[in-house]
């Protein structure tokens, strides 16, 4: 009896197939065996998860690992996903976890920076000030960037995961307490002290510059 052949369409129809569904889809798909869709997944998340994971971590050995770590937890644990949540924050939950165990491996190198003394987790966010009084260039410069991403690296691990999320990635106040499972409140307080901690260093950069062009030469 010959060997029966099964017909396929084209690799190309297929791929564009998957491209076509949503995150929903995809997701139940994933669970229900069918591995190309979470392979859809991943290539649909793999740069945003990254990116995540890079400016959590301002690394880039180290991202790729918190990447890789992230995706292969999501496919463990695909099954177990309630499709009521979104899929992006659950994967971000994940990627920032996977981001922060490898953090803390080696936080003990970094100094945090002085921090507002506030508890209340009512309190109002403060914004950043654009230092509207400084010249253009001295705002924009590479300098500048440099202090205010140092900035960012030395916040404690709870203000600048907070941090990033909300001002970098520009995530909601409510996606950000579901990624790391806490309250709209504690994250409007830890994201108030990241922001006063950060303009401190700011002012304290721009007055020493300031200083600097006042010194008689």
Not at 33 to 54: I, S
């Amino acid at each position: 009896m010959g060997r029966v052949t099964r017909t396929t369409e084209p690799a190309t129809g297929t791929v564009g197939r998957y491209k076509e569904r949503g995150d929903e889809e995809l997701v139940r798909m994933a669970q229900a065996g069918d591995t190309r869709a979470f392979d859809e997944l991943v290539e649909r998340y793999r740069d945003k998860v990254y990116r995540l994971c890079f400016k959590i971590l301002r690394h880039e050995e180290d991202a790729a690992e918190a990447l890789q770590d992230a995706f292969l937890s999501a496919f463990r644990g695909i099954k177990n996903f309630k499709v009521e949540s979104t899929f992006s924050t659950w994967l971000y939950r994940i990627a920032t976890n996977a981001s922060l165990m490898k953090y803390r491996k080696r936080r003990d190198n970094i100094v945090s920076l002085e921090q507002s003394q506030s508890q209340n987790e009512d309190a109002e966010t403060l914004q950043v000030p654009d230092w509207s009084t400084q010249p253009v260039e001295d705002v924009l410069n590479a300098e500048t960037r440099a202090v205010m991403e140092e900035g960012v690296r030395r916040l404690p691990e709870d203000l600048r995961t907070v941090f990033v999320l909300r001002d970098v990635e520009e995530l909601s106040n409510a996606e950000v307490a579901e990624i790391l499972e806490l309250s709209v409140a504690a994250v409007k307080s830890r994201l108030h002290r990241a922001r006063l901690a950060l303009r401190d260093r700011l002012n304290r950069y721009f007055a020493d510059r300031l200083s600097r062009r006042e010194r008689p030469r």
